[in-house]
């Protein structure tokens, strides 16, 4: 009888026995201590992973749902050594293309290596309001996204760059689909030994309920069909709502109307937030006295993210449901922007006239993004 | 240093190489790779080929893009890049001048 280790490897999960899994996480911290220095260390050696895990796939079957050491060892054989300089010993004077030609440098770049992989830029996906582009940023720069979301909203509100550089932004960072990528995204190590290191920690755990690989995948299966279904008696149920309970079609008046209806909560929110930031009341309402300011505002951006969201919904249905004839729909947009820009000048106008608290709330915003972080500090330090 | 060695080393100048005329002939993932060399004097493995092939990528002659596989993890399908196939056309016409070279020397 032998113990058996379940890991993950590339993105699915096996079970070695515990003899193989010593030789593969040996084989692995060779490879990763060989391309010490090597500026495509994680990227190389989450290849190899992937590599080893479709030479286990290609072994087990329904009625075989371990891999023994002696097949481990059998691919790994067939892996063979990782080669730490290719063609490098062969053409020695053409190896200065990594910029590591003086053995000065490469001390240099193999301490850079040491510190952890490259963190780059990119959108992400799960768990992401839009486009990803703040959970992208918030991974880039180790933050909470809400805080990043929070950034954004009052660069909208306060001077519409916001939402420019959103767009772009949208646009041009790439958004993260492998899972290289998604690690680089958030600067975690892609490598084996961060698998290894969290299915040691039980994060399979769960995975264990199933022993068998079959009821596994049947499982998988069941939840995503589910999910697909889920969201189809959604969309069905929206479309019979707004078949049955909307006279004309949808979007003809309801476009501007929402957009105006979006303006006004709009409108009210700001107001609720300026004199939030002004007076530190809302409406009359005053704050208890052992809530921060930055709270209340938290919550109010949340309390108008829940308000806004069902008529962000509505106009993107109007949108979807562009049909012919062409001219009407762009009669329509027309009318829309026309509302939109109301919006905005209304804003503009109130908030120069009515608001010379606005200029006071806009210079409080450093101090209180300050008490913000200092709240956080203490609170991280009271744990 | 062996006969045997001596070659080996020729064989590892000359992988990369081979490695830019397979990706222009087709989309390849690694395995395919493999199974093309494993039938030559050429046969070799992953744990080379993977830092070849990213060493090559980092100097721009090859790119990749993802495919899903139906099962298991996705693979990296290379592809060579403009700069690639030039460094491929240039290493053909170098290899024919070096082959007649060999060919003329000690011919009386």
Not at chain 1, 246 to 265: D, I, N, T, Y
Not at chain 1, 305 to 310: F, H, N, Q, R, S
Request: proline share 5%.
């Amino acid at each position: 009888m032998n113990k058996v280790i379940t890991i993950n490897l590339g993105g699915n999960a096996y079970q070695l026995e515990e003899g193989g899994y010593d030789a593969l996480r040996a084989y692995l911290e060779s490879a990763a201590a060989r391309l010490q220095g090597n500026p495509d260390r994680d990227e190389i050696l989450s290849d190899i992973e992937r590599a080893i895990a479709e030479k286990f796939l290609a072994l087990l079957a329904a009625n075989k749902t371990v891999v023994v050491t002696k097949e481990v060892a059998a691919v790994l054989a067939e892996m063979g050594p990782i080669e730490a300089d290719p063609g490098e010993a062969a053409a020695p004077g053409a190896s200065g293309t990594s910029g590591a030609g003086e053995p000065g440098a490469a001390g240099e770049e193999r301490a850079a290596g040491r510190g952890g992989p490259p963190r780059r830029l990119y959108r992400i996906h799960e768990g992401a309001m839009i486009a990803g582009v703040c959970n992208g940023i918030a991974a880039y720069g180790n933050v909470d996204p809400t805080f990043v979301r929070l950034a954004f909203v009052i660069l909208t509100m306060l001077w519409g760059s916001g939402l420019l550089v959103y767009v772009v932004m949208a646009i041009v960072v790439p958004e993260a689909r492998s899972p290289e990528e998604k690690a680089a995204a958030s600067g975690d190590p892609a490598t084996a030994q961060e698998f290894i290191r969290r299915a040691k920690e039980g994060y399979y755990e769960a995975m264990k309920g199933f022993p068998d690989r079959k009821a596994r995948r049947e499982w998988k299966r069941r939840f995503k069909r589910d999910m697909r279904a889920n969201a189809d008696q959604w969309r069905h149920n929206w479309h019979c709502y707004w078949a049955e309970h909307v006279p004309f079609h949808p979007g003809m008046g309801a476009l501007p109307l929402l957009s105006l209806l979006q303006g006004a909560v709009k409108v009210l929110w700001i107001c609720a937030l300026i004199s939030l930031l002004a007076t530190g009341a809302v409406f009359g309402l005053t704050l208890p006295e052992n809530v921060p300011v930055w709270v209340a505002a938290l919550v109010l951006v949340m309390a108008y993210g829940i308000l806004a969201c069902p008529l962000k919904a509505a106009r993107r249905a109007c949108y979807r449901g562009m049909g012919r004839p062409r001219w009407v729909w762009s009669f329509v947009f027309v009318l829309d922007a026309v509302v939109w820009l109301a919006v905005a000048a209304a804003l503009l106008w109130l908030a120069a006239h009515y608001f010379p608290e606005l200029r006071e709330a806009v210079g409080s915003i450093p101090s209180l993004a300050h008490q913000a972080a200092d709240d956080i500090r203490s609170g991280w330090k009271g744990k | 240093m062996s006969v045997n060695e001596k070659f080996s080393a020729i064989r590892k100048g000359l992988l990369e190489f081979l490695l830019l005329q397979i990706i222009a002939a087709d989309k390849v993932y690694v395995a395919d790779i493999l199974k093309q060399l494993s039938a030559t004097e050429f046969a070799t493995q992953e744990g080379t080929l993977y830092p070849l092939l990213s060493k090559m990528r980092r100097e721009g002659l090859l790119d990749y893009e993802w495919k899903e596989s139906e099962a298991g993890p996705p693979r990296k399908y290379y592809e060579l890049t403009e700069k690639g196939r030039e460094q491929l056309r240039e290493t053909l016409e170098y290899w024919g001048k070096i082959n007649g070279t060999v060919k003329k020397l000690g011919q009386k």
